[in-house]
């Protein structure tokens, strides 16, 4: 079938319309920027610890924090090679998911035998997050609304059929008032918001406060398994310990054997100024729900305290290389798209300005979900390839290398999805070639209500596939 405008394409505003909102945008982060923290010393001696946490995102802090709640007196030090929470940690949506396979279809079509067991866990982990918020008074802005997901094109329609809470057409724009959104599923169990940075640099906090010794700019340059620990060469010294556990996410691993499994792809975000309250009224919004539609190339967006709207998503952007660059960071042909997507879904917010734009690059697996594994003859426990699910996932993560360092049997650590290994991308110029051949597959059955290509369904058949 020949291909059609998508809805955000055929309600477009005028171009003028869309600079104008973008004209008095910064290119900076609003969670870095509206996240109070602590600065800590960059190591500058030899040190010995009973744990090193490599990376100070998500997965190294929950590590951290739950290492010393197990054992108060284990020394652990936290190494990060810039700031604590400066990278996907501090510059995501803040969309906290209780899934940890991406989604029931992905969960399913890996891990059939054991997905109900994976779902049960995923709502544990939510619970216990949401728990460890409030008791260990993580100031980050939690808000347990839940997540609509809108159906935006007439094909999209059919498949909220089996979700629960569906709302047709106007049970949607009761919620959040899009001439757009055509019907919805409200998901009020299985998602949270928190603001980012604020969570990233609350675990810091309470990580410190817990005896954890952090060290921002220390880079680590390498580990070195000996007899009875692992030395964990930094740009301040080196490190002896008794255990590791690398949390480095989209960045390039300390492990060979590993280096292949990820390749970071950048997702772009915009943000409003706050919105007034007529503005607020003229859409609704009342249950501060977060927000995705069900496109391939899809858009999510959330309020924040202040009521100003995130939007981000649609261009997921890979670079050939797997490098991570500040200059890959400002795209503004993306930041012209976004901009016209938001204001086709709402043209009642004419006239609004964008404050902030800025990107972040996303640790991408081929199974779209993290992988865990275990080196140095057990000393050395590994977890990364969240694929944008990190905000939940990490503590889960985190759990299952801590397990793994103690050596104990559980649960987690016996599961098929924490055993098996992705499969890795290509080399260059082949990982290039196959991801950009994706991403346009996407965009094309995206432009024809939803058909799948050759291509992508030869990934299907081959376990590679993902819509979303």
Same mark, same amino acid.
């Given at each position: 079938?020949?291909?059609?405008?998508?809805?955000?394409?055929?309600?477009?505003?005028?171009?003028?319309?869309?600079?104008?909102?973008?004209?008095?945008?910064?290119?900076?982060?609003?969670?870095?920027?509206?996240?109070?923290?602590?600065?800590?010393?960059?190591?500058?001696?030899?040190?010995?610890?009973?744990?090193?946490?490599?990376?100070?995102?998500?997965?190294?802090?929950?590590?951290?924090?739950?290492?010393?709640?197990?054992?108060?007196?284990?020394?652990?030090?936290?190494?990060?090679?810039?700031?604590?929470?400066?990278?996907?940690?501090?510059?995501?949506?803040?969309?906290?998911?209780?899934?940890?396979?991406?989604?029931?279809?992905?969960?399913?079509?890996?891990?059939?035998?054991?997905?109900?067991?994976?779902?049960?866990?995923?709502?544990?982990?939510?619970?216990?997050?949401?728990?460890?918020?409030?008791?260990?008074?993580?100031?980050?802005?939690?808000?347990?609304?839940?997540?609509?997901?809108?159906?935006?094109?007439?094909?999209?329609?059919?498949?909220?059929?089996?979700?629960?809470?569906?709302?047709?057409?106007?049970?949607?724009?009761?919620?959040?008032?899009?001439?757009?959104?055509?019907?919805?599923?409200?998901?009020?169990?299985?998602?949270?918001?928190?603001?980012?940075?604020?969570?990233?640099?609350?675990?810091?906090?309470?990580?410190?406060?817990?005896?954890?010794?952090?060290?921002?700019?220390?880079?680590?340059?390498?580990?070195?398994?000996?007899?009875?620990?692992?030395?964990?060469?930094?740009?301040? =010294?080196?490190?002896?310990?008794? @255990? *590791? +556990?690398? $949390?480095?996410?989209?960045?390039?691993?300390?492990?060979?054997? #590993? %280096?292949?499994?990820?390749?970071?792809?950048?997702?772009?975000?915009?943000?409003?100024?706050?919105?007034?309250?007529?503005?607020?009224?003229?859409?609704?919004?009342?249950?501060?729900?977060?927000?995705?539609?069900?496109?391939?190339?899809?858009?999510?967006?959330?309020?924040?305290?202040?009521?100003?709207?995130?939007?981000?998503?649609?261009?997921?952007?890979?670079?050939?290389?797997?490098?991570?660059?500040?200059?890959?960071?400002?795209?503004?042909?993306?930041?012209?798209?976004?901009?016209?997507?938001?204001?086709?879904?709402?043209?009642?917010?004419?006239?609004?300005?964008?404050?902030?734009?800025?990107?972040?690059?996303?640790?991408?697996?081929?199974?779209?979900?993290?992988?865990? =594994?275990?080196?140095?003859?057990? @000393? *050395? +426990?590994? $977890?990364?390839?969240?694929?944008?699910?990190?905000?939940?996932? #990490? %503590?889960?993560?985190?759990?299952?290398?801590?397990?793994?360092?103690?050596?104990?049997?559980?649960?987690?650590?016996?599961?098929?999805?924490?055993?098996?290994?992705?499969?890795?991308?290509?080399?260059?110029?082949?990982?290039?070639?196959?991801?950009?051949?994706?991403?346009?597959?996407?965009?094309?059955?995206?432009?024809?209500?939803?058909?799948?290509?050759?291509?992508?369904?030869?990934?299907?058949?081959?376990?590679?596939?993902?819509?979303?």
């Amino acid at each position: 079938m020949s291909a059609r405008p998508t809805a955000y394409e055929q309600h477009a505003p005028a171009s003028a319309v869309v600079e104008a909102a973008l004209a008095g945008s910064q290119h900076a982060v609003f969670w870095l920027e509206d996240a109070p923290g602590t600065s800590y010393d960059a190591l500058g001696a030899a040190s010995a610890a009973d744990l090193a946490v490599v990376g100070g995102g998500y997965c190294g802090l929950w590590t951290a924090v739950l290492a010393k709640r197990r054992n108060p007196g284990a020394r652990v030090v936290l190494l990060e090679a810039s700031t604590v929470g400066w990278a996907a940690s501090g510059r995501n949506g803040g969309f906290c998911e209780a899934s940890l396979t991406h989604g029931e279809e992905n969960g399913r079509s890996r891990w059939p035998e054991e997905y109900d067991e994976l779902e049960r866990l995923g709502h544990e982990n939510l619970d216990a997050l949401e728990a460890d918020v409030r008791e260990l008074g993580l100031d980050c802005q939690l808000e347990r609304t839940g997540a609509l997901a809108v159906a935006v094109e007439p094909h999209q329609v059919p498949w909220l059929a089996e979700e629960e809470h569906v709302l047709d057409g106007a049970g949607i724009r009761g919620e959040i008032d899009s001439p757009l959104f055509l019907a919805g599923a409200w998901d009020k169990e299985g998602s949270a918001l928190v603001h980012p940075a604020r969570l990233a640099r609350e675990l810091a906090r309470v990580a410190a406060d817990l005896g954890v010794e952090i060290h921002e700019h220390t880079r680590v340059t390498g580990i070195d398994p000996q007899s009875g620990g692992v030395a964990v060469r930094t740009t301040g =010294g080196t490190v002896t310990a008794d @255990r *590791v +556990a690398l $949390a480095t996410n989209v960045f390039p691993s300390l492990l060979r054997r #590993t %280096r292949l499994m990820t390749v970071p792809v950048y997702d772009y975000v915009l943000m409003t100024e706050p919105l007034t309250a007529a503005q607020m009224a003229s859409i609704g919004w009342a249950n501060r729900q977060g927000l995705g539609d069900l496109a391939n190339q899809f858009h999510y967006s959330r309020l924040t305290a202040d009521d100003r709207i995130l939007w981000g998503g649609y261009d997921a952007v890979y670079h050939a290389g797997r490098k991570v660059k500040a200059s890959y960071e400002e795209r503004p042909e993306t930041f012209h798209k976004l901009a016209s997507h938001f204001l086709a879904a709402f043209p009642q917010l004419e006239g609004i300005r964008f404050s902030h734009r800025w990107a972040g690059a996303i640790d991408t697996s081929t199974q779209f979900v993290a992988f865990h =594994g275990l080196a140095a003859r057990g @000393r *050395v +426990a590994y $977890a990364a390839g969240f694929t944008g699910l990190g905000v939940g996932a #990490t %503590r889960f993560a985190a759990e299952v290398m801590l397990d793994r360092l103690s050596g104990a049997s559980t649960p987690r650590t016996r599961l098929e999805m924490v055993r098996r290994k992705p499969l890795p991308f290509p080399p260059e110029p082949f990982a290039a070639a196959g991801i950009n051949a994706t991403r346009w597959s996407l965009d094309r059955a995206d432009h024809r209500e939803g058909r799948r290509n050759l291509f992508l369904k030869t990934l299907d058949a081959v376990g590679l596939g993902f819509d979303s």
